[in-house]
């Protein structure tokens, strides 16, 4: 969570309450309490019933539990250590506390015929229900055992500050939240639709629930006093970045109308028929450019669905109206791709694309430098060099992203801006292949509009997918043999090791020895990360032409390659592995008409969540469904690949649990903001703050 993360109307230090020095308040920082109002927001883990007594006759192994009994007997037993044990009864059954630390005082205390009130978990012992260590309170003659009107909350713990510190801050705040209530933000109108409660009521329900709230659901997240506050806050981000859309759409750019006999030209010649899918995403994106604002589109689609051709053809558009357009992707890998790609398409139109990487030769960067700026290069092709200080563009009215799930919000941000000319900003086209479900996306990317290639191009059949342990590693490699005997052609990827480009070598290097070993037939190449560029492209280019059958590399393959003829791929390790990324691995089959086959080999015994992984991966070949199982089982952070995404924490949403939220977040915002952009803008501040904001409101 952002540390700048302020909320709230009142803005009082927390030093202004009763207890808290400025020693406690350092403590405090540690969970991101820094002003009174943030400990309404800081919600509890979970809740303890000491509403009501338990009668021991009916108390559940592993409850906690408030009961009240009279001391029968209290003595100390020796089980492998000395343990006291109090023996009490209410006359619908015995219960033993027992403790393992007491001074010769608490023993003392336990005087046969007295009351005594303690909580704790239930356990079941040698001699029925015990509480091992329980909170207690012995009661004084005609006192009676006392009960708390509300649950008891459990604050998230954090050194030095004991749960009833927590507490007593949090009667204080909610005290002085019910002399001055938070300005409710969410229109009553909307509230009243969705049924929900007002800020305030939410948060006193939450800090003290009533005894007869609903536990089970408190802890799954969904009662509606959470919703609500998770609903405001996912309606902040939403709102924040969806601010940005709509700066854009006061911003210039140059409309880009001419070209139309180019773009169907262009159509007309490509060796393939465009899919319906294509042809749709292409008319959201020729729509957009014609635009005088700036394009902010995404277009998500999964791997091999032919997303490369659509952002030729807005190519083709900007070329056509005389202005430049740069291509960017991830990794030298795919740009060089592009590259050829491109070459490939427009060469027919006399169009070389130039190109610009971090590991070009510096002659060469000089030319291709002067080339962008004084406009002889009109398509340019690259990595993120393309947007580093000294690259001045002539006149760049497209700017193309490939695999954006490496970019974040900011990024995009800083692309746009890096663009701007006497035209206003270039347009922006995306690419995505890690798509993701629907209501993630409205949260991710609530600043772009999204397009979907919902069909991959004709022919294709899913990639058959097995998962075999690794110890039967003799048996897949015949597999090669006989695949590559064929005429087709083989990936092995190798283990990823964690942030060691060396190990990731070595291992790929044993898998290369290994199978030169145990395959003399086969023409074997090697590709890993720490090959210089030049070498990395001759040994993909290798491949791409067939003068290689089977290709070990590391995952510097993972996105975009594409090779048709590739039908067999084994991925080693697999069990370490996330889910998007083995699905875009196997991605680089199953581009061509045969049958395409990928083994998952893995190291047992598998663990749960490795094993539902390879089984989703089993199950299907589509890749929004992928996802999803990737979002549950891992969260949109791993997704779409961590702290890159540009995704906020949450303090109290959370995507995956509150994702269907998200088109009635979407449906408010917009009656929000037409109805009161000032409202609008509280919300984004109570929830981000000013340093959280992406756009000006
Ligand atoms: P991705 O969406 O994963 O980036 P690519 O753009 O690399 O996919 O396309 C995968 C392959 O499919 C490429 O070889 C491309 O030329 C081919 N392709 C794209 N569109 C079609 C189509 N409509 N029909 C047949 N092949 C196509
Ligand atoms: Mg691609």
């Not at 740009?335 to 027919?348: N, V, Y």
Request: glycine residues 8%.
């Amino acid at each position: 969570m952002s540390r700048q993360m302020r909320s709230l109307q009142s803005e009082s230090p927390l030093t202004e309450l009763n207890g808290v020095g400025p020693a406690l308040a350092k403590k405090l920082e540690k969970l991101n309490l820094h002003r009174v109002d943030d400990l309404l927001f800081l919600l509890p883990l979970r809740y303890e019933d000491r509403t009501q007594l338990v009668k021991i006759g009916s108390l559940v192994a592993g409850k906690r539990c408030l009961v009240s009994g009279e001391v029968l007997l209290a003595e100390t037993a020796f089980r492998g250590r000395r343990n006291l044990l109090v023996r009490i009864s209410d006359g619908s059954g015995q219960l033993t506390l027992r403790f393992f630390h007491f001074s010769r005082q608490q023993q003392a205390q336990f005087r046969a015929g007295l009351e005594v009130t303690c909580f704790g978990e239930v356990r079941r012992g040698k001699n029925g229900f015990e509480i091992i260590h329980p909170e207690y309170r012995l009661l004084r003659e005609n006192q009676s055992a006392e009960m708390s009107d509300s649950l008891t909350a459990i604050y998230p713990a954090t050194e030095g500050v004991q749960q009833g510190r927590l507490r007593s801050l949090t009667d204080q705040a909610l005290r002085r939240m019910q002399e001055s209530p938070p300005q409710e933000l969410l229109p009553a109108a909307v509230r009243e639709k969705l049924e929900m409660p007002t800020l305030a009521e939410a948060i006193q329900y939450l800090h003290r629930p009533p005894p007869d709230a609903d536990i089970e659901q408190m802890l799954t997240g969904t009662h509606p006093c959470q919703q609500r506050l998770a609903f405001e806050e996912l309606l902040a981000h939403y709102l924040s970045l969806s601010n940005l859309r709509a700066l854009a759409a006061t911003e210039d750019a140059l409309a880009l109308t001419e070209g139309n006999e180019d773009v169907s030209g262009f159509v007309r010649d490509l060796p393939f028929e465009l899919t319906a899918a294509q042809r749709r995403v292409t008319d959201d994106i020729l729509a957009d450019l014609a635009q005088p604002h700036p394009m902010m589109r995404l277009i998500q689609g999964d791997v091999g669905s032919g997303k490369t051709v659509v952002a030729a053809i807005a190519c083709v558009k900007a070329l056509a109206c005389g202005v430049q357009a740069a291509i960017m992707a991830p990794t030298e890998i795919l740009a060089e791709q592009h590259w050829r790609s491109f070459s490939d398409w427009f060469r027919p139109l006399g169009i070389e694309p130039a190109w610009l990487s971090g590991s070009q030769r510096a002659a060469a960067r000089r030319e291709s430098l002067a080339s962008i700026a004084d406009g002889s290069a009109q398509l340019i092709v690259g990595t993120h060099a393309l947007f580093q200080e000294g690259v001045a563009f002539k006149r760049l009215g497209l700017v193309v992203i490939d695999e954006q799930h490496r970019f974040g919000v900011h990024q995009r941000m800083a692309l746009r801006d890096k663009g701007v000319s006497i035209d206003g900003h270039p347009h922006q086209l995306v690419m995505t292949a890690t798509p993701i479900p629907r209501t993630l996306a409205m949260a991710a990317y609530a600043d772009l509009d999204t397009s979907v290639i919902d069909e991959l191009p004709p022919g294709r059949q899913p990639v058959s997918t097995i998962a075999i342990p690794e110890i039967r590693r003799g048996e897949v490699v015949e597999r090669v043999r006989s695949a590559c005997a064929s005429g087709q052609q083989a990936y092995w990827v190798c283990p990823l090791i964690e942030e060691s480009e060396v190990l990731d070598y070595q291992a790929a290097q044993a898998s290369y020895e290994m199978l030169t070993e145990a395959l003399p037939e086969l023409r074997i190449g090697l590709v890993h990360g720490r090959m210089k560029p030049a070498e990395k492209e001759r040994g993909m280019k290798a491949f791409k032409e067939g003068l290689i059958q089977l290709l070990v590399a590391t995952t510097v393959i993972e996105v975009g390659v594409d090779v048709p003829n590739a039908s067999l791929m084994i991925i080693e390790n697999a069990e370490r592995m996330g889910l998007s990324q083995l699905h875009q691995l196997r991605g680089r089959v199953g581009r061509g008409a045969v049958q395409s086959h990928c083994v998952l080999l893995y190291k047992s015994p598998l663990g749960r969540t490795a094993k539902q992984r390879l089984g989703v991966l089993r199950d299907t070949n589509d890749g929004f469904v992928v996802a999803q199982k990737d979002l549950e089982l891992r969260g949109p952070g791993e997704l779409l690949g961590t702290r890159q995404t540009g995704l906020p924490d949450y303090r109290i949403a959370n995507l995956v649990r509150d994702a269907e939220l998200m088109p009635q977040v979407q449906i408010t915002a917009e009656i929000i903001r037409k109805d009161s952009e000032h409202r609008a803008a509280a919300i984004v501040r109570r929830w981000l703050g000013d340093a959280g904001r992406y756009g000006k409101v």
